[in-house]
């Protein structure tokens, strides 16, 4: 059976604890944990509502069986610029987290950022709409943390309901050419030799689930709006950078950018 919206209630409260106080915990009590993904989309949006933090974007992917992909990323966590100060690494019941915090997990993206709203309606956008809404295409960052001391094997619905391990997004510069399905991703830390790795997609075109998030949310009554920043997947998988040194990227022919996160 479906949570009550008091049990919704319930695992919201304490999800936004742990952001507020940048604490890790262990899997939400077992009569409030979601049992599928609508439960888990619920709480994520009780969890958005008691936040009360103007929403600057969404990460997203193309729906699967037992998977719906999609978490707001709150305004307050759109970093840009040559320094990126991100959360402080959450603690553990144990103490401070150890390595991780000198080190910060971010997924190589790009993010589309609305010029236009789409708002919900009744009719669906089609392709055509989406792109004329999109005003430029960047290079990105998403900034990975979660509010689980190990979401390792955790069941997608709690995964959904904390908001899929995102805790902010960098967003780089603009394309200097088209978007592409795949490219060699180039990264270098101060001090360190450079490292290459291939980049692909994981949904083959990275447009593809910014469509199917523009008709999910406009089915939802939420819509997306001007000034949003809709990141649709990881080319790389989770890099591991550490805070105060600079790392100079290059997305193939598609963008080159330098960056320093600190806590």
């Known amino acids: 059976m479906p949570l009550s919206p008091e049990l919704i209630t319930e695992a919201a409260f304490e999800l936004v604890a742990r952001r507020t106080s940048a604490r890790q915990g262990p899997r939400l009590p077992p009569i409030c944990r979601p049992a599928d993904v609508e439960d888990g989309w619920q709480i994520q949006q009780e969890v958005t509502r008691r936040l009360a933090l103007p929403v600057g974007g969404w990460k997203t992917a193309l729906p699967s069986p037992g998977k719906l992909v999609a978490a707001p990323i709150y305004a307050a966590t759109v970093r840009r610029g040559a320094t990126c100060a991100v959360p402080a690494a959450p603690v553990t019941p144990a103490g401070p987290a150890g390595p991780a915090a000198n080190s910060v997990r971010v997924e190589p993206e790009l993010a589309f950022v ?86 692909r997609h994981p949904d083959g075109a990275a447009r593809a689930p910014l469509y199917w998030l523009a008709n999910f949310l406009r089915e939802r009554g939420l819509g997306l709006q001007a000034r949003q920043a809709v990141i649709t997947g990881s080319y790389a998988g989770v890099l591991t950078l550490p805070l105060g040194k600079s790392v100079q990227f290059s997305y193939g022919a598609l963008a080159r950018f330098e960056v320093t996160f600190s806590a």
Request: hydrophobic share 50%; glycine share 6%; net charge negative.
């Open 114 to 199: 609305l010029a236009a709203d789409l708002p919900a309606r009744a009719q669906p956008y089609s392709d055509a709409e989406v792109d004329q809404a999109v005003g430029s295409v960047h290079a990105a960052l998403e900034i990975c943390a979660s509010r689980y001391l190990d979401h390792t094997g955790l069941p997608f619905a709690e995964m959904l309901a904390d908001g899929l391990v995102n805790s902010g997004l960098w967003l780089g510069p603009a394309l200097a050419v088209p978007e592409a399905a795949a490219f060699e991703l180039n990264w270098q830390i101060e001090g360190e030799a450079a490292a290459t790795k291939p980049a």
